[in-house]
């Protein structure tokens, strides 16, 4: 039977965060999907936690990639279900229904392009830091991501006959623009009013903060235009000295 999930997990020696992700699908409710689990050659336990972990319809590919987003599309690659889903090492499904309730906004809205929801920053531990800095928006279009990703990567599961594979000559920020090619392609998207994310702190963009931006300025200008870009930014930098000094 086809899954209705396909959920692609990248890791490189994760063996300390890769647990919480692990539980987080072995726990759901809903058994309608794969595993698809592409590692990068650890050289610790990760391909061992995988194995123990004994979760049903997991596939483990352990090889030398060039890069998170190669590995991404070695997942899409093999890929079976009808959406795909990346969850990222470290990250987790919210609750233990987050499939479940994905898996009823699919059958009861005929299969939209995209569902997507909310995330949750959490720390090591699992605890809740707070919301993502930009929150999901209840009506989302191609002019949304205009703003920056509104939608958490984790967060954006898609039919999988409108995606192609990420563009590797990206270096921190192929997610957004594989988004914004996604919402391109898709004649229709659902919003599921509910926190469907955990997103660990401390991710590869995160940890390369400049370069992210730069690069994502670069796929706003491709895709929405420069001056439109432009404008958007100076907004932002003004809001933002605005709020510095008080002003409101």
């Excluded at 965060?17 to 050659?41: F, M, N």
């Amino acid at each position: 039977m086809q899954p209705l999930f396909s959920i692609i997990t990248v890791t490189y020696n994760a063996e300390d965060v890769l647990p919480a992700t692990l539980k987080s699908i072995k726990e759901q409710t809903c058994h309608l999907y794969e595993l698809i689990i592409i590692d990068g050659k650890s050289s610790d336990a990760t391909v061992k936690i995988v194995q123990d972990a004994n979760i049903n319809n997991t596939e483990i590919v352990s090889e030398k990639d060039r890069g998170i987003y190669d590995a991404m599309n070695k997942g899409l690659g093999l890929a079976q279900g009808d959406y795909v889903i990346f969850l990222n090492a470290g990250d987790s499904f919210h609750s233990k229904e987050t499939l479940e309730h994905l898996a009823d906004a699919i059958m009861d809205n005929d299969y939209p392009g995209i569902v997507y929801g909310q995330t949750d920053i959490v720390d090591k531990d699992r605890n809740r830091l707070g919301d993502r800095h930009l929150l999901a928006p209840e009506v989302l279009t191609l002019d949304s991501f205009k703003d920056g990703m509104l939608v958490c990567h984790q967060a954006f599961c898609v039919l999988r006959k409108i995606t192609n594979n990420y563009d590797t000559r990206i270096r921190y920020s192929a997610d957004y623009e594989w988004c914004i090619r996604c919402l391109q392609r898709s004649h229709r998207n659902y919003y599921l009013n509910e926190t469907v994310i955990d997103f660990l702190h401390g991710g590869t963009t995160t940890q390369h903060h400049v370069a992210s931006l730069i690069e994502r300025f670069n796929i706003m200008s491709h895709y929405y235009g420069l001056l439109p870009t432009l404008f958007i930014h100076m907004k932002k930098v003004i809001s933002h000295i605005g709020k510095k000094i008080g002003v409101r």
